[in-house]
T-cell receptor
Framework: ETGVTQTPRHLVMGMTNKKSLKCEQHLGHNAMYWYKQSAKKPLELMFVYSLEERVENNSVPSRFSPECPNSSHLFLHLHTLQPEDSALYLC?????????????FGPGTRLTVL | DAKTTQPTSMDCAEGRAANLPCNHSTISGNEYVYWYRQIHSQGPQYIIHGLKNNETNEMASLIITEDRKSSTLILPHATLRDTAVYYCIVRPYTGNQFYFGTGTSLTVIP
């Protein structure tokens, strides 16, 4: 148990559906992240929020839309996805600043796009 | 992009020490070395980090060479539950990104 929870743990959706992934951290951190991990590929950083402001968007397609309403919650809104978007989506949080910063990861949401 | 090089896979006998190497020859003086592991289909788990001194915690030891161009993660008594992909990451001093490479897939054999 890392203090970062994600829901749902598994999601199957069609290409025309709209769904949202939710992440919540109970660690008092001020930065949150979305990562994508496709099969047999390294983790890819998608979005970074620091103090609820988006500071990084690594050229992610617009069909992925993040939202960070407060420092404890992070959402990833999905619409008109493609089958190649099927992957494990991981959320992480950290306390920005300092030299010992580490990221704490949630268990992930396994997404399948049909 | 990842600034580290790790072997693709390794095996280790249960109960023996697992030594996982990592090369980071372009590391800067103020960059830290972090180790994470990822058990199949779970989120990565922090193991240990260091700057230039050797570090030890309840999970592992981290040995960093004097020139800081390489390091070794040591799991002193590997168990079957240590089977995972282990990532060696060099973190930039500024910013908060972690760049995960392909890591080393460690299999602990009974």
């Amino acid at each position: 148990e890392t203090g970062v929870t994600q829901t749902p743990r598994h999601l199957v959706m069609g290409m025309t559906n709209k769904k949202s992934l939710k992440c919540e951290q109970h660690l008092g951190h001020n930065a949150m992240y979305w990562y994508k991990q496709s099969a047999k590929k390294p983790l890819e950083l998608m979005f970074v929020y620091s103090l609820e402001e988006r500071v990084e968007n690594n050229s992610v397609p617009s069909r992925f839309s993040p939202e960070c309403p407060n420092s404890s919650h992070l959402f990833l809104h999905l619409h008109t996805l493609q089958p190649e978007d099927s992957a494990l989506y991981l959320c992480a949080s950290s306390q920005e600043g300092g030299t010992g910063m580490q990221q704490f990861f949630g268990p992930g949401t396994r997404l399948t796009v049909l | 992009d990842a600034k580290t090089t790790q072997p693709t896979s390794m095996d280790c006998a249960e109960g023996r020490a697992a030594n996982l190497p990592c090369n980071h020859s372009t590391i800067s003086g103020n960059e830290y070395v972090y180790w994470y592991r990822q058990i199949h289909s779970q989120g990565p788990q922090y193991i240990i980090h260091g700057l230039k001194n050797n570090e030890t915690n309840e999970m592992a030891s981290l040995i960093i060479t004097e020139d800081r161009k390489s390091s070794t993660l040591i799991l002193p008594h590997a168990t079957l539950r240590d089977t995972a992909v282990y990532y060696c990451i060099v973190r930039p001093y500024t910013g908060n990104q972690f760049y995960f490479g392909t890591g080393t897939s460690l299999t602990v054999i009974p």
